[in-house]
């Protein structure tokens, strides 16, 4: 993260609405499992990442889910824009998020608890989270404007 720097992100939010209705079971989202070793906190954010100089947001999420998961992402759609200012390892941060609601091509994808991915060198995990527990307040959602779009 570069210090006093506006960061462009773009996220995916993915749910897996059919599949619940036809197991009868709340509604998933995908979300991955981040943690603040400052702060001692897990926290769970949408897959995504920054967008490249002269690159769209929509370009960029499926460049993103390309190189991590290696994923093709099918009916994207803007949701909206999300400023998030935070506090990550003890350092201040600013984005600017475009976020999208998208599926994924492939159902295999739909059909595991969890996704393991790398983002550079960092190996990550994401996991299909009930969207009721996302918004009881239980797991900490970042950012939480994101919680509006579920």
Request: glycine share 6%.
């Amino acid at each position: 993260m570069q210090p006093n720097k506006i960061r462009l992100k773009v996220l995916g939010l993915i749910r897996d609405d059919d599949r619940a209705s036809q197991q009868n079971r709340p509604i998933r989202t995908l979300l991955a499992q981040g943690y603040d070793p400052v702060k001692q906190q897990t926290f769970y954010r949408a897959l995504g990442g920054s967008v490249d100089f002269g690159e769209t947001s929509y370009d960029a999420l499926k460049r993103e889910f390309n190189e991590e998961l290696h994923a093709e992402l099918i009916h994207i759609k803007y949701l909206g824009c999300i400023e998030n200012l935070f506090t990550f390892n003890g350092q201040p941060g600013h984005e600017i998020i475009q976020l999208y609601q998208c599926d994924f091509a492939d159902p295999k994808f739909y059909q595991c608890d969890q996704l393991e991915f790398t983002e550079g060198e960092d190996k990550h995990t994401a996991f299909w989270l009930d969207i009721p527990e996302c918004k009881s307040g239980n797991l900490r959602i970042v950012p939480e404007e994101f919680l509006d779009y579920l």
